[in-house]
């Protein structure tokens, strides 16, 4: 079976902007995918050359085995995206919607598949509303069943739930983890990296253009990671045995935070505490975590690939 998506030494020029420097990237299919960076990274302008909305200056890329230029109509009917920005026609209810974007891909009789996508998606009561009169989290979520109504093996997902509500974000995740677990190829830029560290089996990061890491998510987290932090309530609240005070990164809602390496660290720590007299009120281990990883890669410029 053919990759997914296959991005092989893409650049793409804006001018003398270089928003895509030699991109290689491979994503297999099934896979739950996150694509991450800063704004500005490249990550929309490498969506919109795998969707064929923008052409590469050279390179090539593969959609299900399908060149995205010169076979463009096999590649985008393996491909549906749900961009960043809320595009609608005002003049449609949500089920018109739909039936015209069937009739684009030529599917003349596709009620049985909108009717599903709809209750799926929750929006079987909105069905005959108007879109311009719906709200900004229920416009996101028939933009989802646009990108889904000729039911394409692999779906990009650029920020689908920027503005959404925390339960309409639930039960849209819930949807497309299913879509994922039935063999869909899920792709996903967010800024919510907390989204992307519990959904996603691996990870690419832009910067500048480049893909500065490429892992399994829990790979780039144990490899990049930089420590932990030790936080503790003391009693009573005096300063640290001066041992301790070269640990110390912060204070934050009364607690002390103390970096450490790893954890054979922390009985040390907990004995220069008991000899100095400091009691422990209450003590939590923050682990490393994908925001850490990003933080730290984004000022590092050394690239982390596998």
């Known amino acids: 079976m053919p990759a997914a998506i296959a991005v092989r030494n893409v650049c793409k020029y804006f001018g003398a902007f270089c928003a895509l420097d030699h991109v290689d990237l491979e994503i297999q299919a099934g896979e739950f995918f996150a694509l991450l960076g800063p704004n500005g990274a490249g990550k929309t302008t490498l969506i919109h050359t795998i969707a064929g909305l923008s052409v590469a200056d050279s390179g090539s890329v593969h959609v299900m085995g ?28 949500v089920r018109e919607t739909l ?24 929006l079987a009561d ?18 989802v069943a646009q990108a889904l109504v000729h039911k394409p093996p692999v779906i990009i997902l650029d920020e689908p739930t920027a503005g959404v509500d925390v ?52 790979n780039l987290i144990s490899t990049m990671a930089v420590g932990y ?6 009693q009573p ?17 009364g607690c002390v935070e103390l970096k450490i390496d790893n954890y054979t ?16 009120q209450e003590m939590q281990l923050l682990q490393p975590d994908l925001e850490d990883v990003f933080v730290n890669l984004m000022n590092s410029s050394l690239p982390q690939t596998q």
């Open 229 to 234: 932090t030790l936080c503790l309530k003391l």
């Open 237 to 253: 609240d005096t300063s640290l045995p001066p041992a301790l005070q070269e640990k110390k990164t912060g204070c934050r809602n």
């Open 66 to 93: 399908s060149h995205v230029v010169s076979q463009y109509r096999q590649a985008r009917r393996q491909l549906g995206v749900v961009p960043q920005e809320l595009v609608f026609d005002p003049f449609f209810t």
């Open 167 to 218: 339960e309409l974000r639930q039960s849209l995740w819930d949807f497309i983890r299913q879509l994922n677990i039935e063999g869909h190829t899920i792709v996903l830029t967010t800024h919510y990296l907390e989204e992307a560290e519990a959904l996603c089996n691996r990870v690419a990061m832009l910067k500048h253009g480049k893909v500065i890491a490429l892992n399994s998510m829990q």
């Open 99 to 122: 039936r015209i974007q069937s009739g684009y891909y030529g599917i003349a009789d596709n009620t049985a598949w909108i009717n599903e996508i709809i209750t799926r998606l929750g």
């Open 265 to 280: 660290q922390i009985e040390s720590i907990l004995a220069q505490l008991r000899q100095a007299g400091i009691q422990i």
């Open 126 to 143: 909105k069905a005959n509303t108007n879109m311009r009169t719906l709200s900004g989290g229920m416009k996101r979520r028939v933009m």
